[in-house]
């Protein structure tokens, strides 16, 4: 039974920072990433890190490069999202997602490369 749990989530300011975690324990040597889902619009990968020691391989949607950061603390077995310079079009629910099984190829900024979700949290951004 996976057992992500996000948390972290807010309301802010545009300009502002806000922190999103989630437990790690079953993923340690796993990939994982961060989805958002605005109403009405598909789920959208924004960040991936791969299952190694830290400094993981990570991966960014454009639109946040330079802004968000993901890692992973393995000490507190924590995925971490670092979200500053938030913009308004930044809010979404946030989901964090594991990944067990998959091809070498497979684009890890797709849901399909995950198995395992989280049940979500809102991110609200105010201009």
């Known amino acids: 039974q996976a057992q992500l749990v996000e948390s972290g989530g807010g309301s802010a300011q545009a300009g502002g920072s806000l922190r999103l975690s989630c437990p790690t324990s079953r993923y340690r040597d796993r990939r994982m990433a961060w989805f958002r889902q605005a109403p009405g619009k598909e789920r959208e990968g924004v960040a991936s890190i791969s299952g190694y020691t830290s400094p993981g391989t990570s991966t960014y949607v454009d639109s946040v490069k330079g802004r968000f950061t993901i890692s992973k603390d393995n000490a507190k077995d924590t995925l971490y999202l670092q979200m500053n310079s938030l913009k308004p079009e930044d809010s979404a629910i946030y989901y964090c997602?594991?990944?067990?099984?998959?091809?070498?190829?497979?684009?890890?900024?797709?849901?399909?490369?995950?198995?395992?979700w989280g049940q979500g949290t809102q991110v609200t951004v105010s201009s």
């Open positions: 997602a594991g990944r067990f099984i998959g091809r070498d190829d497979d684009d890890y900024l797709r849901p399909y490369a995950y198995q395992d």
